[in-house]
């Protein structure tokens, strides 16, 4: 296909417009997720087909309530449409609006239309206006907005043929601006605009000025002139209130004329949820069940694919081990690869469950009430409504629950937010809490119905949220960070999730989790694995060492081959490398052993289980094909003779993985987010010494 | 009668006042908070903040702070 027959598409929108389901029902699984460059803001691109011979390349870009950016997201939104180098730079802007929120919605329209690219505009959720009384008069809409109009319902497929090929024929669509704002606020200040770039579009031009942003795209002389322009920043911001009220002004004239509602059709239902929902002692207490519920969800449903994942993967290994000659390149498939795969593919479950519930209450609109009834609390911990996402983003993945911390309009409750995220109890510390709850909790039931296993695991998640807010209320204090505050939201109204769009929210997500850091835990585990069945002159000797010094008693060849094996691991590599940390982790109560899953995850925290994993199975002998976690029961404490993860060890490394930072990955994109090494390094050396001591001292109560 | 929108009861309604716009963030007019304009409180937050309007056709929620800045005539 030649390039001359693609047409790249922008799709824009308020948030809340159904903009997202529109992408799903144009593009289908033919989408990819990648990095815009530079900077960490997703970029949602797709085909879709127009014709035989055409096909639009469409871009999701973040949803914003106007061109001028308050957030990084919403920067990018500016920077694609200014920059005509931009790579995704649009042939055509399809601009999404809710007819139930069209006012406020066309105010981006009326800004988008002045860019004189070709523009369609969607009026989306069609199939709600006879329910909700609403009557538009779509021709006389277009002839005063000098545009096409799609009427649409992207979740009932109505509009979507005739969108296509209102994109196929974008060459004939109008560019002529809705009225003419800038002549109505000062049409000498915008004609010495208009002269200073005479290439720009005059609304271009002023956005340029306007904004605090430095534009690569721009010459040096451009970027001067944007400079000198940008010194009277009293009047700028002067014009940019007129410019917005003149727009309502226009809006509402156009409306007026076109659209009306009659209020008698319109049932109360949002206001009755409001009232139960954001209710001072039932919308708490409804806030508390959901979470409740989630989180036995979690653990009850995902334990049975994730033990079926765990078995499989035992059998698998040692079937390759049976079937494939021995060597060194059965042990490291059989002992390395595919363990480590294992530890990855374990994590599934958990985290498409986790994620299947933050879209739905994301998408229900349910998410803004908790804002709302949750803000004041949290300010007083030095956070905003907005940090609960975040917080609850950061059960399944700390990175994209800083991503999410973006639309927070304070600095500084941005930054404390960014900093206690990482508490919160990620899905890569579930495998980790999953096997020790398993191992020191007894599976039983109480009050009839809870799980005690569940319990503790709730447990655990309110111990994260309890350092998260602990910490938070000492940075609240600490920190001398000056921010203006900025907090307004949107209350949706109320929707019936799509099924579509959590699909694709939580393939995307889980998509996108396994790779990421699936790949740094395969690696680990092969590297690990290396490390362990590899060492010095010592365990090459292995063999001959353990039967000179057997050689008087009277062992079976099972017990001696055993006795090699662990003799063999005690002198690998790693094992000189856990036995050199062991004076340092014995008041925790752990031996090299658990220093050596504690060393290979200090990148990243999952790798704890793989690591457990590789090491038993080096240390075993081959008959054995048991599961890690009965691996782990039937480990011995030569010391005391007993279980080697007993009951105050279990606990202690509960404690310790609760606290400790051990994520490569999120100290990364702290580091981008607040764009200094400064943050990430407290994190990591404030949250190891918590963890540490803490972990001391819950071994020493126990013990 | 004057005030501001933190004044207002649960399901009042009054209108905007001239705003004095260097004291509101632009991204609050954007979302419809004008001049002339009718706002109704439709509910408050448990502690009496933040405040849940309706304005423009609008549902926003702002905190107290900001609501004090926004007077109303009734």
């Known amino acids: 296909m030649s ?17 997202t389901s529109l992408f799903n029902q144009l593009t289908g699984l033919k989408q990819k ?26 871009t999701d870009l973040p949803g914003t309530y106007s061109i001028n950016p308050t957030s990084l997201d919403e920067t990018l939104v500016l920077d694609t449409l200014l920059n005509e180098k931009n790579e995704t730079y649009p042939d055509v802007i399809v601009v999404v609006v809710d007819i139930e929120n069209i006012k406020r919605n066309l105010l981006l329209f009326t800004q988008l239309k ?40 992207a979740r009932k497929k109505i509009g979507i043929e005739e969108l296509k090929e209102a994109i196929l024929n974008y060459k004939s669509l109008s560019k002529t601006p809705v009225g003419n704002i800038s002549n109505k606020i000062d049409k000498e200040y915008f004609s010495k605009l208009r002269d200073a770039f005479p290439e720009f579009p005059l609304y ?55 659209f009306n509602v009659d209020k008698s059709k319109a049932t109360d239902l949002r206001g009755v949820l409001d009232r139960i929902l954001t209710h001072k002692i039932f919308g708490y207490v409804i806030f508390a069940l959901i979470l409740l519920f989630i989180f036995q969800g979690i653990f009850d449903w995902a334990t049975y694919p994730m033990d079926l994942i765990d078995t499989a993967f035992a059998s698998l290994s040692s079937w390759t081990k049976s079937v494939m000659p021995q060597g060194m ?145 000492l940075l609240h204090n600490v920190l001398k960070v000056k921010s203006k505050s900025l907090f307004v939201i949107e209350m949706p109204n109320y929707k019936i999730p799509s099924i579509k769009n959590i699909f694709y929210e939580v393939v995307e997500k889980t998509k996108a989790f396994v790779f990421g850091a699936g790949k740094i835990i395969l690696a680990l585990s092969i590297v690990l694995w290396f490390l362990a069945s590899n060492g010095p002159s010592t365990f090459k000797n292995a063999e001959k060492t353990v039967v000179a010094n057997v050689e008087n008693t009277n062992l079976e060849q099972e017990e001696l081959q055993k006795k090699i094996a662990s ?98 990955g999120t100290l990364a994109i702290v580091k981008r987010e607040t764009n200094s090494w400064m943050w990430p390094m407290l994190q990591l050396v404030g949250m190891g010494i918590l963890a540490y001591v803490s972990a001391v001292i819950t071994f020493n109560i126990f013990s | 009668m004057f005030g501001t929108i933190a004044n207002l009861r649960i399901g009042e309604k009054a209108f905007i006042e001239k705003l004095c716009l260097d004291k509101i963030p632009l991204k609050l007019l954007e979302m419809g908070c004008l001049p002339g304009i009718e706002v109704q409180l439709i509910q408050v937050a448990p502690m009496n903040d933040p405040l849940y309007i309706k304005v423009n056709g609008s549902h926003l929620a702002i905190r107290k702070e900001t609501a004090e800045k926004i007077t109303v005539v009734k």
Request: charged share 20%; glycine share 6%; hydrophobic share 45%.
């Open chain 1, 114 to 153: 002045d860019l004189k690219i070709p523009t369609i505009l969607v009026v989306n959720m069609v199939d709600q206006m006879k329910r909700k009384g609403i009557n538009i008069d779509i021709e006389q809409l277009e002839e005063k907005l000098n545009t096409k109009i799609v009427l649409a319902s």
């Open chain 1, 329 to 473: 390149f059965t042990d490291l498939i059989a002992e390395g690869v595919i363990p480590g795969i294992g530890g990855v593919i374990i994590f599934i479950p958990q985290i498409a469950i986790l994620f299947t519930f933050i879209s739905i209450l994301e998408e229900t609109g349910y998410m803004s009430r908790v804002v709302f009834l949750m803000d004041k609390i949290m300010r007083k911990f030095g956070m905003s409504g907005k940090s609960v996402i975040p917080l609850i983003s950061g059960t399944a993945c700390a990175i994209p629950a800083i991503m999410a911390s973006r639309n927070i309009g304070s600095w500084k409750e941005r930054l404390i937010t960014i900093l206690v995220v990482p508490f919160t109890t990620c899905s890569a510390r579930l495998p980790v809490y999953a096997i020790l709850i398993a191992l020191i909790i007894p599976d039983k039931k109480v009050f009839g119905f809870l799980n005690l296993q569940g319990l503790t695991m709730m447990a655990m998640y309110l111990l994260g949220f309890a350092a998260a807010i602990v910490s938070s209320v």
């Open chain 1, 567 to 664: 003799y063999k691991l005690e002198h690998s590599y790693i094992g000189y490398m856990g036995k050199t940390i062991e004076p340092a982790i014995k008041p925790m109560g752990y031996d090299w052993k658990i220093g050596i899953a504690l060393i290979s995850s200090f990148a990243a925290r999952e790798v704890f289980v793989g690591a457990l994993a590789t090491i038993y199975n080096v240390d075993s002998d081959d008959e054995n094909t048991g599961t890690i976690k009965e691996r782990m029961a039937a480990e011995i404490n030569p010391d005391t003779g007993k279980k080697r993860f007993d009951f105050p060890t279990g606990m202690s490394l509960l404690i310790f993985y609760a606290f400790a930072m051990q994520c490569i």
């Open chain 1, 33 to 58: 997720v990648g990095n815009y460059p530079g900077i960490t803001v997703e970029k949602k691109q797709g085909k879709c087909k127009l014709s035989d011979s055409v096909y639009a390349e469409v």
């Open chain 1, 204 to 258: 271009k031009s002023w956005l340029l000025i306007t904004q605090q942003t430095e534009f690569e795209f721009l010459t040096q002389s451009q970027k001067q002139l944007v400079v000198k322009f940008r010194e009277n920043l009293e009047c700028i911001k002067r014009y940019q209130h007129k410019e917005t009220i003149f727009r309502y002004q226009i809006i509402n004239d156009v409306l007026k004329e076109t």
């Open chain 1, 3 to 19: 390039v001359d027959n693609v047409v790249k598409v922008a799709l824009i929108g308020n948030p809340n417009t159904g903009k």
